[in-house]
C-alpha cells in the first residue's frame, strides 16, 4: 500500500488539475467573459508552487495575490518563492500531467486573443490574467528547480497552438506590414511560418499545429510577465537545453529587446544565466556574451550603464554659509546610516586604524578624503519610448535626478554625458534604510508624497526600474568573469571599473545592500579568483592538522670508543621527531608569497606582481568590518537585502582563506570570534520587532 502522505499528495494533484483546466478552457474561449474573481485559481497555483518545495504548506490568502503580482516585476516576484525542490511531488506532478496542464493555462490566454498579442490590451478585465501569467510561470519554474528529469520533460514536450493558414498567411502580414513596422511575437511566429496540420477549426480560419513548449516559451520573450526568467532558469540549470538553444541568434535577440523595450531586469538575468550552468562557468558563452553585448562601444552605451569615479579637482566650493547652493551640495556628505547592530554610521574612514605599509589601493585608502564618490551615466533621452533603440532610457530629469557637479577622473568620461551620484540613483531600492540620509526626508513622510504626487511616484518607478537593472548588470559581468575566464576578466578591468572603484562601492553604506553584495561577488571574480592566486594556496587542501618533520639533536652520550678519550660527544642521530608549533610561526600557516623566481614578479601590473599575503588588505578589512557590524551576532531572518550582503561577504572571507590572505594568527584572531557570534543561531530572530521584545 502506498504511504498516506503519497496518497493525500495524489488527491491534492488531482483535485488541483480539475482547477486548472477549468481556468484555460473559460479563458481561451473569447466568447466567455473573463472572470473577475481568480481567487481558486490563484490558490490552485500557489498550492502547485508550494507543493514543489520541502516543508513549505502554508498559503497566505490574505494577500490580495493578484495586486501583489501586477506590482512586481518577473524576477523580483520569483524571488518571493523558493526552496529546497521536492522531487517526489515533482515527478508525481510530471507523470500526472499536472505540468502540462499549468502549460496550457499559459497559453490559454495567447488562444483567447489570436492572432492579437493578448498584452497590447491595457484594459482592467486582463489584470486577474497577468497575475495568473506570473503565478503560471513561477509555478513551471518550481516544476523544473533542482530536477533534470522535469527540466528534460519540459524541453521534449509540445502541444498544440493557433496557426494561421499558409492560404492567408500572407494576405494577414501584407495588412499587418501596412499599418506597423513592429511586429509581435505571436506575429514573428506566423511570419517565419511553420507547416499546418491538415485538421482547420470550425470556422475554417485557423489551424492546430504541435510547437515545442520550448519554442513557445522564445516567441512569448517580449511579454514582461515570466517567459524570460523561466528559460534563464531552465538554461542555467540544463546542460542540454544550454547547448540547444544559448545561441547567437537568442542572445542578439535579448540585446535588441533591452534596446526596444528598455532596461528590463531579466534580460540581463538571461545573459548571466548562460554564463553558468550548474555552477560551472561556460567560456564559450561567456565570451559570446562579452563579444555581441559589450565589445561593440555603440552596442554597450545602448544596454549598459557606465561607471565613472569622481573628482572634486576644478569645483569651485562656496565659502560662508552657503549650504543650500548646488555645489556645496553636491560636496556634503550624506547623513548616517544604520549598520545590522543598529549603530549609525556616515562611512568615514578611521585614519587611525592599523593598516601594513603597502597595500593594493594603499594610496587612494590612506588619502583624507578616502575613496572617490561613484558616478553613473547612461544613453538617455527625454523623448525616450519603447522602441527607441539609440537611448537605453529615460534622461535625468525624467527620473527627478540631476546631474553632479564633479568630473570623471582622469577624462574617463565622454563629452556631453550627464553623470549623478551612484548613491542618488540607487538609494531608492532601500529607501526605508537610506531615504533620510540621501535626500534629508524621512521614508514615511517621502512616502506621503510619493501617494499624492503622480510625477513624483512615476520618476521614482522609474529609479527603482533602472536600478534594479544595475544590480542585474553587476551580476551579469560577474557571471562572465567567473571561472577565470580571462578575456571577460581583462576587458572589463580596462572598460568597466578599478579594484579601487568598485572596493570603494563596497566600503559605502550608502549604497543598497543588493548593490554592494553584487558589487562584493564581481570584486571576487574579477579581482581576486585569478592568476597567480590558487585555491588552497597552491595545495590539494588547506591543512587540518600539522605534523612537523625534524632532525633534532638527541643530546644523548655517545658511546666510547676504545682508541677514543673519555669524553661525551652530543650529534645529530636522524632520529624523526613530532614537535609543537606555535601558530605565531610565520610558517605555520600557508599564505600567499610570491617568489623573486616567479614568472610574474616584474610585471608592471601590481595586481601580478605584489609579492605578499597584505596584497587584498583593503577587502580583508571590508570582510572583518562588515562582520563586525553585526555586534552580538544577532541575525534577523526577515532581512533579506542585508542577508544577501551578508552571504557575499562571507564568500569574500571564504576566498581570502583559500588563497592564503587571511593566513597569519593576527588575522584569525580578529575574524574566529566575528565569525562564531554570526554563525551562532541561538541569537538570530525572525524579525527585528521579536528582537527588541
Given at each position: 500500500?502506498?504511504?498516506?502522505?503519497?496518497?493525500?499528495?495524489?488527491?491534492?494533484?488531482?483535485?488541483?488539475?480539475?482547477?486548472?483546466?477549468?481556468?484555460t478552457?473559460?479563458?481561451?474561449?473569447?466568447?466567455r467573459?473573463?472572470?473577475?474573481n481568480?481567487?481558486?485559481?490563484?490558490?490552485?497555483?500557489?498550492?502547485?508552487?508550494?507543493?514543489?518545495?520541502?516543508?513549505?504548506?502554508?498559503?497566505?490568502?490574505?494577500?490580495?495575490?493578484?495586486?501583489?503580482?501586477?506590482?512586481?516585476?518577473?524576477?523580483?516576484?520569483?524571488?518571493?518563492?523558493?526552496?529546497?525542490?521536492?522531487?517526489?511531488?515533482q515527478?508525481?506532478?510530471?507523470?500526472?500531467?499536472?505540468?502540462?496542464?499549468?502549460?496550457?493555462?499559459?497559453?490559454?490566454?495567447?488562444?483567447?486573443?489570436?492572432?492579437?498579442?493578448?498584452?497590447?490590451?491595457?484594459?482592467?478585465?486582463?489584470?486577474?490574467?497577468?497575475?495568473?501569467?506570473?503565478?503560471?510561470h513561477?509555478?513551471?519554474?518550481?516544476?523544473?528547480?533542482?530536477?533534470?528529469?522535469?527540466?528534460d520533460?519540459?524541453?521534449?514536450?509540445?502541444?498544440?497552438?493557433?496557426?494561421?493558414?499558409?492560404?492567408?498567411?500572407?494576405?494577414?502580414?501584407?495588412a499587418?506590414?501596412?499599418?506597423?513596422s513592429?511586429?509581435?511575437?505571436?506575429?514573428?511566429?506566423?511570419?517565419?511560418?511553420?507547416?499546418?496540420?491538415?485538421?482547420?477549426?470550425?470556422?475554417?480560419?485557423?489551424?492546430?499545429?504541435?510547437?515545442?513548449?520550448?519554442?513557445?516559451?522564445?516567441?512569448?520573450?517580449?511579454?514582461?510577465?515570466?517567459?524570460?526568467?523561466?528559460?534563464?532558469?531552465?538554461?542555467?540549470?540544463?546542460?542540454?537545453?544550454?547547448t540547444?538553444?544559448?545561441?547567437?541568434?537568442?542572445?542578439?535577440?535579448?540585446?535588441?529587446?533591452v534596446?526596444?523595450?528598455?532596461?528590463?531586469r531579466?534580460?540581463?538575468?538571461?545573459?548571466a544565466?548562460?554564463?553558468?550552468v550548474?555552477?560551472?562557468?561556460?567560456?564559450?558563452?561567456?565570451?559570446?556574451?562579452?563579444?555581441?553585448?559589450?565589445?561593440?562601444?555603440?552596442?554597450?552605451?545602448?544596454?549598459?550603464?557606465?561607471?565613472?569615479?569622481?573628482?572634486?579637482r576644478?569645483?569651485?566650493?562656496?565659502?560662508?554659509?552657503?549650504?543650500?547652493?548646488?555645489?556645496?551640495?553636491?560636496?556634503?556628505?550624506?547623513g548616517?546610516?544604520?549598520?545590522?547592530?543598529?549603530?549609525?554610521?556616515?562611512?568615514?574612514?578611521?585614519?587611525?586604524?592599523?593598516?601594513?605599509?603597502d597595500?593594493?589601493?594603499?594610496?587612494?585608502?590612506?588619502?583624507?578624503?578616502?575613496?572617490?564618490?561613484?558616478?553613473?551615466?547612461?544613453?538617455?533621452?527625454?523623448?525616450?519610448?519603447?522602441?527607441?533603440?539609440?537611448?537605453?532610457?529615460?534622461?535625468?530629469?525624467h527620473?527627478?535626478?540631476?546631474?553632479?557637479?564633479?568630473?570623471?577622473?582622469?577624462?574617463?568620461?565622454?563629452?556631453?554625458?550627464?553623470?549623478?551620484?551612484l548613491?542618488?540613483?540607487?538609494?531608492?531600492?532601500?529607501?526605508?534604510?537610506?531615504?533620510?540620509?540621501?535626500?534629508?526626508?524621512t521614508?514615511?513622510?517621502?512616502?506621503?508624497?510619493?501617494?499624492?504626487?503622480?510625477?513624483?511616484?512615476?520618476?521614482?518607478?522609474?529609479?527603482?526600474?533602472?536600478?534594479?537593472?544595475?544590480?542585474?548588470?553587476?551580476?551579469?559581468?560577474?557571471?562572465?568573469?567567473?571561472?577565470?575566464?580571462?578575456?571577460?576578466?581583462?576587458?572589463?578591468?580596462?572598460?568597466?571599473?578599478?579594484?579601487?572603484?568598485?572596493?570603494?562601492?563596497?566600503?559605502?553604506?550608502?549604497?543598497?545592500?543588493?548593490?554592494?553584495?553584487?558589487?562584493?561577488?564581481?570584486?571576487?571574480?574579477l579581482?581576486?579568483?585569478?592568476?597567480?592566486?590558487?585555491?588552497s594556496?597552491?595545495?590539494?587542501?588547506?591543512?587540518?592538522?600539522?605534523?612537523?618533520?625534524?632532525?633534532?639533536?638527541?643530546?644523548?652520550?655517545?658511546?666510547?670508543?676504545?682508541?677514543?678519550?673519555?669524553y661525551?660527544?652530543?650529534?645529530?642521530?636522524?632520529?624523526?621527531?613530532?614537535?609543537?608549533?606555535?601558530?605565531?610561526?610565520?610558517?605555520?600557516?600557508?599564505?600567499?608569497?610570491?617568489?623573486?623566481?616567479?614568472?610574474?614578479?616584474?610585471d608592471?601590473?601590481?595586481?601580478?606582481?605584489?609579492?605578499?599575503?597584505?596584497?587584498?588588505?583593503?577587502?580583508?578589512?571590508?570582510?572583518n568590518?562588515?562582520?563586525?557590524?553585526?555586534?552580538?551576532?544577532?541575525?534577523?531572518?526577515?532581512?533579506?537585502?542585508?542577508?544577501?550582503?551578508?552571504?557575499?561577504?562571507?564568500?569574500?572571507?571564504?576566498?581570502?582563506?583559500?588563497?592564503?590572505?587571511?593566513?597569519?594568527?593576527?588575522?584569525?584572531?580578529?575574524?574566529?570570534?566575528?565569525?562564531?557570534?554570526?554563525?551562532?543561531g541561538?541569537?538570530?530572530?525572525?524579525?527585528?520587532?521579536?528582537?527588541?521584545?
Amino acid at each position: 500500500m502506498a504511504p498516506r502522505v503519497e496518497v493525500n499528495r495524489l488527491r491534492l494533484i488531482r483535485s488541483l488539475l480539475v482547477n486548472c483546466n477549468l481556468y484555460t478552457v473559460a479563458l481561451s474561449d473569447p466568447s466567455r467573459a473573463i472572470r473577475d474573481n481568480l481567487v481558486s485559481t490563484v490558490y490552485a497555483l500557489l498550492r502547485v508552487i508550494l507543493l514543489c518545495y520541502k516543508g513549505k504548506s502554508k498559503i497566505d490568502m490574505t494577500t490580495d495575490w493578484v495586486k501583489k503580482a501586477n506590482s512586481h516585476s518577473p524576477a523580483a516576484f520569483t524571488a518571493l518563492f523558493g526552496g529546497v525542490s521536492d522531487t517526489a511531488a515533482q515527478r508525481a506532478c510530471r507523470d500526472l500531467k499536472l505540468m502540462d496542464t499549468v502549460f496550457e493555462m499559459g497559453y490559454a490566454v495567447y488562444a483567447r486573443t489570436f492572432p492579437a498579442d493578448p498584452w497590447a490590451n491595457s484594459s482592467a478585465a486582463f489584470n486577474g490574467p497577468r497575475a495568473i501569467q506570473k503565478l503560471v510561470h513561477v509555478a513551471i519554474q518550481a516544476l523544473c528547480a533542482g530536477n533534470k528529469a522535469s527540466q528534460d520533460y519540459f524541453g521534449r514536450r509540445s502541444s498544440l497552438v493557433l496557426e494561421i493558414p499558409s492560404t492567408q498567411l500572407e494576405h494577414t502580414l501584407n495588412a499587418q506590414d501596412e499599418t506597423s513596422s513592429l511586429t509581435s511575437p505571436v506575429q514573428n511566429r506566423r511570419r517565419r511560418g511553420s507547416r499546418p496540420s491538415k485538421e482547420l477549426t470550425a470556422d475554417s480560419k485557423v489551424v492546430h499545429v504541435p510547437q515545442l513548449w520550448m519554442d513557445t516559451i522564445l516567441e512569448q520573450l517580449e511579454a514582461p510577465l515570466g517567459p524570460a526568467v523561466t528559460l534563464s532558469k531552465l538554461l542555467s540549470a540544463n546542460e542540454e537545453l544550454l547547448t540547444k538553444y544559448a545561441t547567437p541568434k537568442l542572445v542578439m535577440k535579448f540585446s535588441e529587446m533591452v534596446q526596444t523595450l528598455g532596461p528590463q531586469r531579466r534580460f540581463v538575468d538571461f545573459f548571466a544565466a548562460i554564463c553558468i550552468v550548474q555552477g560551472r562557468a561556460v567560456k564559450p558563452n561567456q565570451e559570446m556574451v562579452l563579444r555581441l553585448t559589450w565589445m561593440d562601444l555603440k552596442v554597450r552605451k545602448s544596454i549598459y550603464l557606465q561607471l565613472r569615479p569622481l573628482t572634486t579637482r576644478g569645483v569651485s566650493v562656496p565659502r560662508g554659509n552657503s549650504a543650500s547652493s548646488s555645489s556645496a551640495k553636491v560636496l556634503a556628505k550624506y547623513g548616517p546610516v544604520k549598520l545590522p547592530s543598529g549603530a549609525l554610521t556616515d562611512g568615514t574612514i578611521d585614519s587611525s586604524s592599523p593598516r601594513p605599509a603597502d597595500f593594493l589601493g594603499r594610496e587612494i585608502y590612506n588619502r583624507p578624503k578616502g575613496f572617490s564618490p561613484v558616478g553613473i551615466t547612461w544613453a538617455g533621452t527625454a523623448a525616450w519610448n519603447r522602441g527607441h533603440p539609440e537611448a537605453l532610457f529615460w534622461d535625468l530629469e525624467h527620473l527627478g535626478l540631476k546631474a553632479t557637479k564633479l568630473r570623471a577622473e582622469d577624462d574617463m568620461g565622454e563629452k556631453g554625458e550627464e553623470i549623478v551620484r551612484l548613491e542618488e540613483l540607487c538609494w531608492c531600492l532601500d529607501g526605508p534604510a537610506l531615504c533620510e540620509a540621501i535626500t534629508g526626508e524621512t521614508w514615511v513622510s517621502y512616502k506621503v508624497h510619493l501617494e499624492h504626487d503622480k510625477a513624483l511616484r512615476k520618476a521614482f518607478d522609474l529609479r527603482v526600474e533602472l536600478a534594479t537593472y544595475f544590480v542585474g548588470q553587476l551580476l551579469l559581468h560577474a557571471a562572465m568573469c567567473s571561472g577565470r575566464s580571462y578575456n571577460c576578466i581583462d576587458r572589463l578591468q580596462r572598460t568597466f571599473a578599478s579594484y579601487t572603484t568598485l572596493v570603494g562601492m563596497a566600503y559605502n553604506p550608502h549604497l543598497p545592500q543588493l548593490v554592494r553584495a553584487a558589487v562584493v561577488d564581481l570584486i571576487l571574480v574579477l579581482y581576486l579568483d585569478r592568476y597567480p592566486q590558487l585555491q588552497s594556496s597552491g595545495r590539494p587542501k588547506l591543512p587540518e592538522e600539522l605534523w612537523v618533520y625534524s632532525m633534532e639533536s638527541s643530546n644523548k652520550p655517545r658511546p666510547r670508543r676504545k682508541s677514543s678519550k673519555n669524553y661525551t660527544e652530543v650529534q645529530h642521530d636522524g632520529t624523526p621527531l613530532v614537535r609543537p608549533l606555535k601558530l605565531s610561526d610565520e610558517t605555520a600557516l600557508p599564505k600567499f608569497v610570491l617568489h623573486p623566481s616567479h614568472s610574474l614578479a616584474n610585471d608592471p601590473d601590481p595586481f601580478n606582481s605584489f609579492p605578499s599575503h597584505f596584497k587584498f588588505f583593503l577587502l580583508r578589512n571590508l570582510g572583518n568590518q562588515y562582520m563586525k557590524s553585526f555586534n552580538n551576532g544577532c541575525v534577523v531572518h526577515g532581512h533579506r537585502k542585508e542577508n544577501v550582503l551578508a552571504s557575499s561577504m562571507s564568500s569574500l572571507i571564504a576566498a581570502l582563506l583559500s588563497f592564503g590572505f587571511q593566513s597569519s594568527t593576527s588575522n584569525f584572531q580578529e575574524l574566529v570570534p566575528i565569525l562564531v557570534r554570526t554563525l551562532d543561531g541561538r541569537s538570530d530572530v525572525e524579525r527585528m520587532v521579536k528582537a527588541n521584545k
